[in-house]
């Protein structure tokens, strides 16, 4: 399998890109943090040829980082009125200052 570099935002649940240690260090800097004497991963495309999948219709947004829709930012809060525990952001961007704002992504074409 290719190294996991990007968060799933389909329904598996991965951590955040920050918490994904393949996102930001070396196959090498890897071993050396948990102690292994080598580290390999499977090419994406020797992933998608021993699945079969020739056309790419499997996802591969957590080895790539390109997603192939637009991502909503959930703001988690409860709201007691409604019951819900989270929601999609919305409203004036200028309404509040101090809350997340989505992740930029690129898009697959």
Do not use: W
Not at 1 to 24: F, H, K, N, Q
Not at 33 to 48: E, T, W
């Amino acid at each position: 399998m290719p190294a996991t570099i990007s968060p799933c935002y389909y329904g598996v649940d991965t951590p955040t890109r920050e918490e994904l240690i393949a996102s930001s260090s070396t196959p090498e800097e890897i071993c050396k943090f948990i102690g292994a004497d080598s580290l390999g991963y499977v090419s994406l495309a020797g992933m998608k040829q021993a699945v079969g999948d020739a056309q790419g219709n499997y996802c591969t947004s957590c080895y790539t980082g390109v997603y192939p829709t637009d991502l909503v930012q959930l703001q988690v809060r409860e709201n007691h009125a409604s019951g819900k525990i989270g929601e999609a952001m919305s409203g004036d961007p200028g309404e509040d200052k101090n809350r997340e704002h989505p992740v930029a992504v690129e898009h697959e074409s």
